[in-house]
């Protein structure tokens, strides 16, 4: 167990619609990354947030979007949903220490089917 | 940019054989590389990691993995495999951009063990 909780674990929409998951990060880290695993693209890094404030973005597309809260708590917002967008969605967390250098934790992942 | 290349997709080996998984990065300057595991169903579980100084890194669960900056390698190795090895394992390179740091994977190796 990383420390880092998902929710939900498993989620079933249709094209079109929006979906929140929701990532709570080891306690006392205050970074917080989104990944998505899929078949075709494998693992790619989507956003990274530091302290409530965005940090790095990387192949998040403009219908989805994130954000942390004070509570470092972070939500990753996807709408206008496709198929190609069901996929496993990982939230890690680090202490943000170094983010260089930091180990990011994982949590278990949201599966998400899109049909 | 920095990049990492699996180029083994499965990997097969009995139970009690020994194992070296590849894992070829794209760097000019040293790299910060990683080792993941993934467990069917699980998150992702950092093995080890290496920044600087001793080539050969020891992880959790018997693996080690050792840096050779001639051959752009950072391979993960283990004398003798536990049928509990069975997993996907990933290969991960800090990526340093304008906009932060993220983690790069590669492609992932599913690793089979036979009786």
């Known amino acids: 167990d990383s420390g880092v909780t998902q929710t939900p674990k498993h989620l079933i929409t249709a094209t079109g619609q929006r979906v929140t998951l929701r990532c709570s990060p080891r306690?006392?880290?205050?970074?917080v990354y989104w990944y998505q695993q899929s078949l075709d693209q494998g693992l790619q890094f989507l956003i990274q947030?530091?302290?409530?404030?965005?940090?790095a973005k990387g192949n998040i597309l403009e219908r989805f979007s994130a954000q942390q809260f004070p509570d470092l708590h972070s939500e990753l917002n996807l709408s206008s949903l496709e198929l190609g967008d069901s996929a496993l969605y990982f939230c890690?967390?680090?202490?943000?220490?170094?983010?260089?250098?930091?180990?990011?934790?994982f949590g278990p992942g949201t599966r998400l089917t899109v049909l | 940019a920095q990049s990492v290349t699996q180029p083994d997709i499965h990997i097969t080996v009995s139970e009690g054989a020994s194992l070296e998984l590849r894992c070829n990065y794209s760097y000019g300057a040293t790299p910060y590389l990683f080792w993941y595991v993934q467990s069917p169903g699980q998150g992702l579980q950092l093995l080890l990691k290496y920044f600087s100084g001793d080539t050969l890194v020891q992880g959790i669960k018997g693996f080690e993995a050792e840096f050779k900056r001639s051959q752009s390698s950072f391979n993960l190795r283990k004398p003798s495999v536990h049928w509990s090895d069975a997993a996907e394992y990933f290969c991960?390179?800090?990526?340093?951009?304008?906009?932060?740091?993220?983690?790069?994977f590669g492609k992932g190796t599913s690793l089979l063990v036979t009786p």
């Open positions: 947030y530091y302290n409530g404030e965005e940090r």
């Open positions: 306690s006392g880290d205050l970074s």
């Open positions: 890690a967390s680090s202490p943000g220490t170094s983010d260089s250098t930091d180990t990011q934790y």
């Open positions: 991960a390179v800090v990526r340093i951009s304008n906009s932060g740091y993220a983690l790069n």
